[in-house]
């Protein structure tokens, strides 16, 4: 028996019902699916090490477990910034409470003065000491989340013992088309890039933001900076989360001065920084439109929550080239305006 020839427009809507049902399957196994992802990219992203130190004579396993016990090492140093941090934000927590009291005094104060009244909205002055069992809850979901980081960290592990037999194999399926075997390697290298930029260009940011709040005496410092380490990851929106409680703190600590002295540390940050050294290390490698890296923000971070918009750009960029490997699919890439990305730079003449 023969199934009747489909329509294009058939075709397309299969393909939609197709993609439908396996994106509520990925959403149903969540957890599962990040821990894949993640340790996929991370694993693409430490494969070159490891090859690195397999030529200078380590075998495949010392290879893997001294790259393994570098990013722990990296994963230790940034739990303890960030424990230390809470624990100063926790112990210097009246001080914090009487700092607001007069912040929000001199704001019911200067409104006032300019006829608008406030009525009831600051006649009681919020219990920042109540927030201590939500930084603790948080705390102990962050001890949850470990459980994530240790299998991500062990599959990564795995993954990276087996990359050669898989590159290998990967290599033989393709041997009868170069060009899709030319995309998947280029693809990979934009990922590894973009990890290895962003995180660059993350780690000045991070180190220059904390280090002009610390100048500044704003309160944990350390953990602004770390947090902008982190959501630096988050492309657009990210940055300007981790401003938020800098600025808040700073609001406490200096007033309405304050405010303005850290928006303008995050404006010439983002002048320095985020602009012509992220544009110079990319080198204009990642020419993907600035909605699709907003939607895939939006889409990631439904699917698959922080770690969604944190790994939102490599998860696109393998997305994209599934799109582009198949025949069906790959008019979504031409659609988004992402042809560029597989065309072959021209030589210079």
């Known amino acids: 028996m023969t199934l009747p020839a489909l329509s294009p427009t058939e075709r397309v809507l299969l393909c939609l019902a197709l993609f439908v049902i396996i994106i509520f399957g990925i959403r149903m196994i969540g957890s599962v699916a990040t821990i894949l992802l993640v340790a996929l990219v991370l694993a693409l992203l430490l494969y070159p090490a490891t090859v690195w130190l397999q030529r200078r004579g380590l075998s495949v396993l010392a290879s893997v477990g001294a790259v393994t016990i570098a990013a722990?090492?990296?994963?230790?140093?940034?739990?303890?910034?960030?424990?230390?941090?809470?624990?100063?934000?926790?112990?210097?927590?009246?001080?914090?409470?009487?700092?607001?009291?007069?912040?929000?005094?001199?704001?019911?104060?200067?409104?006032?003065?300019?006829?608008?009244?406030?009525?009831?909205?600051?006649?009681?002055?919020?219990?920042?000491?109540a927030?201590?069992?939500?930084?603790?809850?948080?705390?102990?979901?962050?001890?949850?989340?470990?459980?994530?980081?240790?299998?991500?960290?062990?599959?990564?592990?795995?993954?990276?013992?087996?990359?050669?037999?898989?590159?290998?194999?990967?290599?033989?399926?393709?041997?009868?088309?170069?060009?899709?075997?030319?995309?998947?390697?280029?693809?990979?290298?934009?990922?590894?890039?973009?990890?290895?930029?962003?995180?660059e260009t993350n780690f000045v940011h991070g180190v220059l933001f904390g280090g002009s709040l610390a100048l500044m005496g704003v309160h944990a410092a350390i953990l602004w900076g770390v947090l902008t380490f982190v959501l630096g990851y988050i492309p657009y929106f990210g940055l300007i989360l981790a401003a938020i409680p800098a600025l808040f703190f700073a609001w406490l600590q200096f007033g309405i001065w304050g405010v303005i002295a850290v928006v303008a540390i995050v404006c010439v940050l983002?002048?320095?920084?985020?602009?012509?050294?992220?544009?110079?290390?990319?080198?204009?490698?990642?020419?993907?439109?600035?909605?699709?890296?907003?939607?895939?923000?939006?889409?990631?971070?439904?699917?698959?929550?922080?770690?969604?918009?944190?790994?939102?750009?490599?998860?696109?960029?393998?997305?994209?080239?599934?799109?582009?490997?198949?025949?069906?699919?790959?008019?979504?890439?031409?659609?988004?305006?992402?042809?560029?990305?597989?065309?072959?730079?021209?030589?210079?003449?």
Not at 172 to 197: I, N, T, W, Y
Not at 284 to 310: C, D, N, Q, T, Y
Not at 319 to 344: K, M, Q, Y
């Open 270 to 349: 983002n002048l320095i920084v985020e602009n012509p050294v992220f544009s110079f290390l990319a080198a204009r490698k990642f020419e993907i439109p600035a909605l699709v890296v907003i939607l895939s923000v939006i889409f990631w971070g439904w699917l698959l929550g922080l770690a969604g918009m944190l790994f939102s750009v490599p998860f696109t960029l393998m997305t994209v080239t599934l799109f582009e490997f198949s025949d069906e699919l790959s008019w979504i890439n031409t659609l988004l305006g992402l042809d560029p990305l597989f065309a072959e730079k021209e030589a210079p003449g």
């Open 72 to 129: 722990a090492l990296c994963i230790v140093l940034f739990v303890y910034l960030t424990v230390v941090s809470f624990n100063v934000i926790i112990a210097d927590m009246p001080l914090y409470q009487s700092e607001l009291a007069l912040r929000l005094a001199d704001l019911t104060g200067f409104l006032t003065l300019h006829g608008i009244s406030t009525g009831d909205l600051f006649s009681t002055v919020p219990n920042l000491a």
């Open 131 to 199: 927030s201590i069992p939500a930084l603790l809850s948080s705390i102990l979901n962050f001890g949850t989340d470990l459980m994530d980081v240790f299998f991500v960290a062990v599959t990564t592990f795995f993954m990276l013992l087996e990359a050669p037999p898989i590159i290998a194999r990967a290599e033989a399926m393709l041997a009868g088309s170069p060009e899709k075997c030319r995309q998947l390697a280029k693809m990979s290298g934009f990922v590894v890039d973009f990890m290895v930029v962003r995180t």
